[in-house]
């Protein structure tokens, strides 16, 4: 392992003396779309394009993230910057092994690309994810090495989501909204005991996952039952819906930063409780606040 990692910063080494600063800020800013702009994608997705397919995206999408953070608290690999300083990089946070962007960028395009059922957008779908990974690279962030197995990890995700999604959706569907409710909280519970075996981070960030998944679960199972929200629309209902939806979005993020969260495990609590609360206003309370102001389209007759 040793032998690739020293590969590795070779090659990080390499590519970086043809960067120039105007290159280094465009990687920046891609590198962007798989990381702190999910924020938005996933919102944009889920209101403003189709409800459905943005929940099936959602679901895939938290899934990796919390198997991404396990695995690289359980390989607990340093990042390039860390161990050679040829390197250019502003750093970043956490392990490096797997490469999170690249495989969130192969579950999230991927899993739209399913969606769209078109073979240019699978053919766009793969540039993006590759791409994404080139970003990590340049800006010496992650080893070639833990791009591919981002990309590999991702890629047998989005497989195993692909293939069972129909059957595990009729499972759902034979439960009522009491079960249904039931089983997305111990999905959030399941998360929590996972991530004490595999260790994923603080524990509140456990918690935090935990508490959301929950949610955001709970919520979709009340939304599909009794919304007729689909995200769809003409443009001005699908950018207001956008603007509003975010505005609350960021005042819940804003309000748990700004107060704080209590040490402890009264403070893994209250934050699981908030981070419930934010998944599900995206999932439920943003669409049912949605038809409400006469922000959605009315049902087909």
């Known amino acids: ?11 990080i080494v390499w590519i970086q ?3 120039t600063p105007a290159t280094f800020r465009f990687w920046e800013i891609y590198t962007n779309f798989g990381g702190s702009y999910y924020l938005y994608l996933v919102p944009a997705l889920l209101w403003c394009v189709d409800y459905r397919a943005g929940l099936r995206t959602l679901a895939i999408f938290t899934a990796a993230v919390v198997v991404n953070t396990a695995l690289k608290e359980w390989f607990a690999q340093p990042r390039p910057f860390q161990l050679d300083e040829r390197i250019i990089s502003d750093g970043e946070m956490g392990y490096g092994l797997p490469s999170g962007h690249a495989q969130l960028a192969v579950v999230f395009w991927g899993s739209i690309a399913s969606w769209v059922g078109r073979t240019w957008f699978w053919w766009l779908a793969a540039g993006i994810a590759f791409l994404m990974g080139v970003s990590r690279i340049v800006l010496g962030v992650h080893f070639p090495s833990d791009v591919v197995a981002g990309w590999a990890l991702g890629a047998l995700m989005l497989w195993l989501y692909l293939r069972y999604q129909s059957g595990l959706e009729a499972w759902l569907a034979r439960y009522p909204l009491g079960g249904q409710v ?3 909280v111990t999905a959030g519970v399941v998360v929590l005991l ?12 456990n918690a935090g996952a935990a508490g959301f998944i929950a949610g955001a679960g709970a919520g979709a199972a ?15 209902q699908r950018g207001l819906r956008f603007v509003l939806g975010l505005a609350v979005l960021f005042l819940l993020i804003g309000g748990m930063r700004g107060f704080g969260v209590p040490e402890g495990g009264l403070g893994r609590l209250v934050l699981a409780l908030y981070m419930a609360i934010t998944g599900l206003w995206l999932t439920f309370g943003a669409p049912w606040l949605f038809e409400r102001v006469r922000l959605s389209r009315a049902p087909a007759a």
């Open 17 to 19: 003396q043809f960067q």
């Open 182 to 184: 039931g089983w997305a």
């Open 222 to 236: 009340i939304g599909l039952r009794s919304l007729t929200f689909d995200g769809r629309g003409p443009a001005w």
């Open 194 to 205: 996972f991530v004490q075996v595999i260790p994923a981070g603080p524990a509140g960030m």
């Open 1 to 11: 392992m040793q032998g690739i990692l020293e590969s590795g910063i070779e090659w």
